[in-house]
């Protein structure tokens, strides 16, 4: 009735420090089983391979969101209040968050309730039920939390870097959509069903067990549970994002007072566990603005015309943005940190990085993640991130060994080919008094 494998092999070298089975049924559901050293505890993480990416409908963006949402309002077997009972019983906390690429749904409980919860859980994914007025409050709800986020002003810049971006790939929009499509949101009843009939099968959910596991009972109690969850034929197309045309900028007015933000953003590449030109922005990223960088000494702490400063390159399925955030303290340093931005990504362009230094950086990505995985709830969460890419923990592997094999020349060769004006966008905001 299903696959299995062992994701090690003898004698070779590994990053994610635990074993795994990982198990394929014929419905296209995928069990990835960790037994972790911490006693009694399980976590169970069910990735959705369905996030904002797959909204490919114009006016419909925002569902993937809406649905982390509607999978807490029930079934006819355990309707909202009799869910939260049976958790509240076991002692059981559960949650859920929504990204690009992914939902996932996730609960941690003690291992003598592993077949309650995995009962539960394939009831609600299996058999959700909800009517048009529930719907309808729970739209509205999103419509609140987006006025929510809207007010930070870190939000409404991501959003407005992200549509100022692209142009056609649906990493246009946040997870929350669009306003015009979640203020629709409401009327679209009959749509939701068919998201939810499209996307939350088998073929797209990844389920995680980490922790006090034995791996041959929880193996036959999915079986049990979700073996006979149909298989579905949808296939979404993904819109291409067509080649970046040339230097992009926006700039945002808030209406209040608020310390200025810039960003400053180049077109990336996807995630890969084979390709280094991911793995190297990675070290760029740290190189170039962590708080050990030379560049945070001198603007937070030296000069101080910065409280924050960070980059970051996010993993995503398809091509996104490598983004260097700033808050400064005065509007009028915006532009002479911006300059200080672009020259320190024009230096990984011009001469190589000090081996040395990037060895020293390599090892502190190492530790980082070691230091990470300190429960059996952050050993499924970490598994999850990188599930939703590749499907399998083995990607950790892949990409820890992308990263040994990274030289100077590979970051100064990748720096040239991303740091481009082509493929640039700037967005800043600024508003009130800012001092």
């Known amino acids: 009735m299903f696959c ?19 198990y394929d049924f014929p419905n296209g559901l995928r069990l990835i089983i960790i037994r972790t050293d911490y006693p009694n505890v399980v976590a169970l993480y069910i990735v959705v391979h369905a996030g904002s990416r797959k909204e490919v409908e114009p006016g419909k963006s925002g569902f993937a969101h ?80 987006y006025n929510k986020n809207s007010s930070d002003p870190a939000n409404k810049l991501e959003e407005v870097l992200r549509d100022t971006a692209f142009d056609r790939h649906t990493y246009k929009h946040t997870t929350m959509g669009f306003l015009k499509d979640i203020l629709d949101m409401p009327n679209q009843f009959d749509y939701s069903r068919l998201f939810f009939e499209r996307y939350y099968r088998p073929e797209f959910t990844t389920m995680i067990l980490a922790g006090d596991v034995d791996p041959a ?41 608020t310390l200025p933000w810039i960003v400053v953003s180049f077109r990336g590449p996807a995630y890969s566990d084979e390709e280094p030109d991911h793995a ?85 990505l190492r530790y980082r993640f070691a230091l990470s995985l300190e429960d059996s709830e952050a050993v499924a969460a970490t598994v999850a991130r990188f599930v939703a890419l590749r499907r399998t923990p083995e990607t950790i592997n892949r990409l820890f060994e992308l990263y040994e094999k990274i030289t100077p020349a590979t970051i100064q060769a990748v720096a040239r080919k991303y740091f481009t004006e082509q493929g640039r966008t700037i967005v800043t905001l600024t508003g009130g008094r800012s001092q």
Do not use: C
């Open 4 to 22: 299995a494998f062992l994701a090690f092999a003898a004698g070779e070298r590994r990053f994610f420090p635990y074993k795994w089975d990982q």
């Open 280 to 364: 190297a922005l990675d070290l760029i990223a740290y190189l170039g603005f962590s708080e050990s960088s030379e560049l945070y000494r001198k603007l937070v702490i030296r000069e101080q015309r910065v409280d924050i400063l960070e980059a970051e390159n996010l993993r995503r399925v398809d091509p996104y943005l490598f983004n260097v955030w700033a808050r400064v303290k005065k509007e009028a340093d915006v532009a002479a940190v911006q300059k200080e931005i672009l020259a320190t990504l024009e230096a990984f362009r011009e001469k190589p990085v000090d081996e040395q230094h990037l060895e020293r950086v390599k090892k502190h």
């Open 66 to 145: 809406l649905f982390e949402h509607m999978m807490f309002r029930g079934t006819r077997n355990f309707p909202p209040e009799k869910y939260e009972a049976v958790l509240k019983s076991a002692g059981a906390s559960s949650n859920a968050y929504t990204t690009d690429d992914y939902t996932a749904y996730h609960t941690t409980f003690s291992k003598e309730d592993l077949e309650t919860i995995l009962a539960l859980e394939a009831d609600r994914f299996q058999n959700l039920e909800y009517s048009p007025d529930v719907f309808r409050t729970e739209a509205l709800a999103v419509l609140g939390e």
């Open 217 to 257: 009972r929880a193996r036959s109690l999915v079986e049990k549970h979700w073996g006979n969850w149909k298989r579905g034929n949808f296939r979404p197309e993904i819109p291409s994002e067509p080649p970046a045309n040339g230097p992009r900028s926006n700039r945002i007015n808030w209406s209040s007072p």
